[in-house]
């Protein structure tokens, strides 16, 4: 998988929070408001300090996903953007 664009070998089967917490990686989101660095806190899926961007999806628990093979993570800065639906 890749990290902000970084390779990143990671053991199988674990979440992608233990995988970038065991790689090194210390932030994995800024808060909307103060920019804040956050990182993962519960590891149970409870607080959302762990969400990062996923395959290009925001707000991804990354405490809850499990990693695959050419996975791409990117630290989330801010708040995601909404996308409304048609209608
Ligand atoms: S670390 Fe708390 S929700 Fe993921």
């Avoid at 804040?36 to 996903?65: H, K, N, W």
């Amino acid at each position: 998988m890749t990290f902000d664009g970084k390779s990143v070998d990671v053991p199988a089967g674990v979440s992608v929070a233990a995988a970038l917490l065991i790689s090194g990686a210390r932030q994995f989101r800024s808060t909307p408001v103060s920019a804040a660095p956050r990182a993962p806190y519960c590891m149970m899926g409870v607080c959302f300090e762990c969400l990062v961007q996923i395959d290009g999806r925001p707000g991804r628990q990354s405490c809850l996903t499990a990693v695959r093979d050419g996975m791409v993570v990117e630290c989330q800065h801010g708040a995601s953007a909404l996308t409304l639906a048609e209608g």
